[in-house]
């Protein structure tokens, strides 16, 4: 994968929490809601949260 392409990493729930997973380099962390759609991005990592295929969505 190429360094400019962001992360993604598959959930089995619409909220997640992302804290950049960089430790000190990471980023605050932020929770995140997917809304009607079946993925949310990190305002500060760019990383792309993706509801893994067969899992059920809460909203």
């Known amino acids: ?3 400019d392409v962001p ?3 598959e959930v089995d729930d ?3 929490a ?3 997973g960089g430790g000190a380099l990471g ?3 932020v929770f995140l809601e997917m809304g009607d ?3 949310v ?3 500060y990592c760019d990383r792309r949260f993706v509801l893994r295929e067969g ?3 809460h909203h």
């Open 41 to 43: 991005e990190c305002p």
């Open 27 to 29: 980023h605050p962390r």
């Open 55 to 57: 899992a059920e969505a």
């Open 14 to 16: 619409t909220r997640i």
């Open 18 to 20: 992302c804290d950049g």
């Open 7 to 9: 992360e993604i990493i």
């Open 1 to 3: 994968m190429s360094p």
């Open 37 to 39: 759609r079946n993925f």
